[in-house]
């Protein structure tokens, strides 16, 4: 079983910043945020593939910037220019190397922009 070390998140008000970490037991192909809003589905926010390839939604373009430390197998999110619709919470997904990979979820992170 992997289990995925996520940390950050909190309360702020809007125009405020956050930082997420997920870190991984072991080297994973890609990791990544997810977050789901109360009565919503999950949504995909940014994710990040062992080569530095990045992908973001278009709600978090320009304001949210994810990283990696592949040496410690831990992805970063920092989130600049919070808005209240960015409340909700936030999984760390994890796939494994493998064809097809595996994915993994962390057990979620509360996040909560107050306006």
Same mark, same amino acid.
């Given at each position: 079983?992997?289990?995925?070390?996520? !940390?950050? %998140?909190?309360?702020? +008000? =809007?125009? /405020?910043?956050? @930082?997420?970490?997920? *870190?991984?037991?072991?080297?994973?192909? !890609?990791? %990544?945020?997810?977050? +789901? =809003?109360? /009565?919503?589905? @999950?949504?995909?926010? *940014?994710?990040?593939?062992?080569?530095? !390839?990045?992908?973001?939604?278009?709600?978090?373009? /320009?304001?949210?910037?994810?990283?990696?430390?592949?040496?410690?197998?831990?992805?970063?999110?920092?989130?600049?220019?919070?808005?209240?619709?960015?409340?909700?919470?936030?999984?760390?997904?994890?796939?494994?190397?493998?064809?097809?990979?595996?994915?993994?979820?962390?057990?979620?992170?509360?996040?909560?922009?107050?306006?």
């Amino acid at each position: 079983q992997v289990q995925l070390v996520e !940390s950050g %998140g909190g309360w702020v +008000q =809007a125009g /405020g910043s956050l @930082r997420l970490s997920c *870190a991984a037991p072991h080297t994973m192909f !890609s990791m %990544g945020w997810h977050r +789901q =809003a109360p /009565g919503k589905q @999950r949504e995909m926010v *940014a994710t990040i593939n062992r080569g530095g !390839s990045t992908y973001y939604s278009d709600s978090v373009l /320009g304001r949210f910037t994810i990283s990696g430390d592949n040496s410690k197998n831990t992805v970063y999110l920092q989130m600049n220019s919070l808005k209240p619709e960015d409340t909700g919470v936030y999984y760390c997904l994890a796939e494994s190397w493998g064809v097809p990979g595996r994915d993994y979820w962390g057990q979620g992170i509360q996040v909560t922009v107050s306006s």
